[in-house]
């Protein structure tokens, strides 16, 4: 009940500020596809480029739209708005609270992973996406969720959330398999990269749009780190002195 | 019935409530008094459970208030004296949105929301945005928001800071008729007077201790029900005097800047604070 409540927020959240958030969705990505894609022609593993960035950018899309979406909204009604009060004082379960925060914001990357498979739509690529590549992403979806809550439960003051974007976020965009594989990567760093969520989402997204099966390996990663962040956030809520 | 049991607060070094234990009995308006930094916000935050007390409990009807504690929660409702609101929803929405948060059916919300907005005069603001709205009238939102669950028990935290003269009466006329009906009302205000007409019982805090807790009657009557102000070029003295006689007397040897008045609560607060008025 108290999920379908955060849900119904979260909807009224959307409606409202639909141009913006399809607007704001679209404009790096796009940017990407057009640079990397279209303007710089070259190939990757003997396949045109865009074919190994379409996957990368719709993952990185889904963790930029799951984690903002949380991320900023939770910062501002905890800090700057107090609306989490509300929240605080009222009976719903806050676990069922936390739990339709994570599952919102995963849909709001859906929705940004969405409309980038849209837009490439036209484009004659060949490339696969089926119930499997939204299962990973809804995945990937939620692991940012969860990460963007704790975070905004540590912020101090509601300028953190662009902070955590710039230290998180952006990094991850760059580094995780999006642009460019990781193979190439020095052996160390390598390893450490493949074990971030979004690199194991890429590969997986990616290994579905070649006809390949994805491996276990980056589900246990991407559940690992739900497990562990949503335990976070669940002790936050609940055993946090000063909310 | 409430009870806070040695309940204490702190941040870092700094002790904002101090082993503060007190009972507020069901049905009764109960005044939490002092001055700036007494801790009488975060007493109602920790009543509210967005702050968790470094040590002490609260106890509703006996059973601990936490986080979890959901049956005891659905029995309270808060006004905060920040607009604890979403700025972007309007002002229908805040109120379905409270509605869901107390499980309450959608046509219990809507009628309760019409009912409501009408009685604070905001139902035709219905589809404007809280943020903006004009300050008394996110006030009077906050008071919607918060009775729309019929508690049994309502937090008060300043909640006619900011309003003017007459809405003010007004809110006190609602607060009076919402006690009439057996409602819990724990209040802080700095409007002594306020506390004066509307509290069964207050407690004084300072510096996160109770300093005194009883009847504003039987603490004017202690501190002396008659008061004579004296005016001197720059400060204002007040003595308090037991008998009408005695203050006439005092009265009658100080000088002409000298007035005899009935002793009020504010009175008791300012002796019991410390604090001279300049």
Known sequence: MGIITVLWEKWVEFRRDFYKITVASMISPLMYLIIFGMGIQTTSHGEPYLHFLIPGVVSMATMTGSFSAIAQNMSVQRLYEKALDQVMVSPTPLWQFILGQIIGGSLRGMYAGGVILLMTAPIRTDLIFNGMSVLILFLNGTVFSTIALVLSFLAKSYSDAPR??????????????????????????????????????????????????????????????????????????????NL | MIELKELTKQFDDFTAVDHLSLTVETGEFFGLLGPNGAGKTTTISMMSTVLLPTSGEILVDGIKLDRKASEQKRKLSVITQEYSMRQDMNMKEVMEYQGRLYFLSRNEIRSRTEELLNFAGLWEYRNRTVRHLSGGMKRKLMICRALLIEPEILLLDEPTAGMDALSRRQMWNLLRKLNGKNMTIILTTHYMEEAQALCNRVALINRGTLQKLDTPDHLISELGAYAVDETAEDSLVSRYFHEREEAIQYLSKAGEHAALRATTLEDVFVECAGRKLV
């Open chain 1, 164 to 241: 955590y974007t710039s230290y998180i976020i952006m990094p991850m965009s760059f580094l995780c398999n999006t642009f460019f594989s990781t193979d190439q990567m020095p052996a160390g760093f390598r390893q450490v990269i493949s074990l971030l969520p979004l690199s194991q989402t890429c590969s997986m997204v990616r290994s579905i749009s070649n006809g390949e099966a994805p491996g276990t390996f980056g589900f246990c990663i991407l559940f690992l780190y739900l497990l562990v962040f949503g335990f976070l956030s669940v002790l936050f809520i609940y055993r946090k002195k």
